[in-house]
């Protein structure tokens, strides 16, 4: 008996990230987002993740057009549509009777594209009856049933589906609060478990979340950031504590899970998109200021869309300034850093040693993947 895999795709997941709205929950946001000029990305995010099953045998159950039916065309497979959104455009309700659905069918593994706000509407409709996998697709991605980047949940697809042996475990459903997320806050909440293919290479880790007292490191690293700035520069600084602390050494109002550009010691632009950082960065040197998800080990790809493959590409390798504290980078137990830009020939690019710069005059190479 053939291997049966279903696929649901959040087609909106993600739309918030590149316009800075630290999300895609509900329909207000959604409608904003499109407004500010965000595209969606999910559908050919599920694209990626197939193409790593060419050439296999299976059976392909899904929904019908943005929902997985474009995604798997798209990725030349030819799809069995069990069903259809009942609203345009879809809704929650419209991914958890499309899990049901493809549970019912017999499931072997149930491919879903999204965030943590999808991974709440799968484990709402099958819990721990089949096992499913994230294709990470949302700006806020805390829960631990992801993989680390579209073609990792590919690949883990692909073992299941040759008969290889990977373990299954219970991977948990985190998700926060949006609203208090856009007003800096982080506020999660366990929402129950998935049964997960955890094949260690390709899956995400839940996001650490734990905040030591390294205030005496972190004024380290951000007297030596300081001291390396150089006028006439734009700094494009990302999100996180690390980053925050930086700019408070600057004396600076900080965006703590946004984007800022400094320049010439002075706030440019607080909480930017994509958009905005292309065109205020336009002409000029620019480098790009970002820390690791502890826990998780992201650079690019969660929680910072707004550091778009353009503008990554404009900065180049050599003008990414990584800061983390030694402990921070202790806790990945010699896992990679890792970079889901959306651009496969940008994250190779990427791969290799970067400096990561950890106290005063401090620095050690570590590997992105």
Known sequence: MSFTLGLVVNPYAGLGGSVGLKGSDGAETRAKALELGAQPKASARAATALSELAGLSFRLLTWAGDMGENAAREAGLDPVVLGQALDTPSSAADTEAAAIKLAEEGADLILFAGGDGTARNICAAVGERCPVLGIPAGVKIHSGVYAITPRGAGQIAAMLIRGDLVTLSSGEVR??????????????????ELLVPSEHRYLQHVKNGQR???????????????????????????????????????????????????RDGELIASDCTAEQ?????????????????????????RGNQQLSPELVRRVGRDGIYVVSTKTKLKALDGRPLLVDSGDDTLDRDLAGLIAVHTGYRDAVLYRVE
């Open 212 to 262: 030591e007292d390294e205030s005496l490191v972190l004024d380290d690293l951000a007297a030596d950031f300081e001291e390396t700035m150089e006028d006439g520069v734009c700094y494009v600084m990302g999100s996180g504590s690390t980053v925050a602390a930086i700019m408070a050494t600057l004396d600076l109002d900080n965006t703590l899970l946004g984007v800022d550009l400094v």
């Open 175 to 192: 998700d926060i609060d949006e609203e208090a997320f856009r007003a800096g806050k982080v506020r999660a909440r366990y929402y129950g």
């Open 277 to 301: 950082l292309l065109a205020l960065t336009e002409g000029q040197e620019t480098r790009i200021v970002i820390t690791p998800i502890g826990g998780q080990g992201h650079l690019l790809g």
